[in-house]
């Protein structure tokens, strides 16, 4: 079956600007992560959750970070003021329960120049 | 505050040359221990869970063993294409807390 798929899987933007990322998970389950990994590092996770709500948002940097998941289904991080420090790789994970096993997408390579 | 170590940082290997990794880490109440493979601008990709202490797992080539404090991925007569970088998690509650990784080079 299809894996969890993320869009764009490049992103180039200029530092202040606004961006959204994407996030489709796997059918059917109900817990969905992101987390954002920078170059040589594992990923560092930003917020999840389960079904329509975010159970745990501990992880976002500041206030310029949010991300919904209005059906319960699909996500999008959205970042305000990007500045240069945000690049790295932003990746998505679901699954079936919230301490089931954690299936990655691709991720979105985020440059802020 | 859950913190995840893996060594070593890098590791390079002839084909057939068995070896193992090292994930040690400190968790208020595991709930698991999961080992991943990422190959380079891919997300990572899933290889197994442990439980408690005393379990093992077996995939092909790779063997993933638990005690209270450390894992460790054996690597068994690897090839060219176990090449990878191999990250290790420990879940708490619902989130993933990574080590850095271990690179990993199979030489032909």
């Known amino acids: 079956g299809a894996g969890v798929s993320q869009t764009p899987s490049n992103k180039v933007t200029e530092k202040g600007k606004y961006v959204e990322l994407r996030c489709d998970p796997i059918s059917g389950h109900t817990a969905l992560y992101w987390y954002r990994q920078s170059l040589g590092q594992g990923p560092e996770f930003l917020i999840y959750f389960q079904g329509t709500g975010a159970a745990d948002d501990s992880g976002l940097p500041n206030d310029r970070f949010f991300a919904v998941r209005p059906e319960g289904s699909v996500s999008t991080l959205k970042i305000q003021r990007t500045e240069r420090g945000d690049s790295a790789v932003y990746l998505c994970?679901?699954?079936?329960?919230?301490?089931?096993?954690?299936?990655f997408g691709p991720g979105t390579r985020l440059l802020v120049l | 505050e859950d913190q995840v170590t893996q060594s070593p940082e890098a590791l390079r290997l002839q084909e057939g040359e068995s070896s193992s990794l090292n994930c040690s880490y400190t968790v208020s109440g595991l709930r698991g221990l999961f080992w991943y493979r990422q190959d380079p601008g891919k997300g990572p990709e899933f290889l197994f869970t442990l439980y408690s202490a005393g379990e093992e797992k077996e995939k092909e080539r790779l063997k993933a063993t638990l005690t209270k404090k450390e894992s460790f991925l054996h690597i068994t007569a690897p090839k060219p294409e176990d090449s990878a970088t191999y990250l290790c998690?420990?879940?708490?509650?619902?989130?993933?807390?990574f080590g850095s990784g271990t690179r990993l080079q199979v030489q032909p």
């Open positions: 998690a420990v879940q708490a509650n619902g989130a993933l807390t």
């Open positions: 994970a679901s699954s079936q329960g919230m301490r089931e096993t954690q299936y």
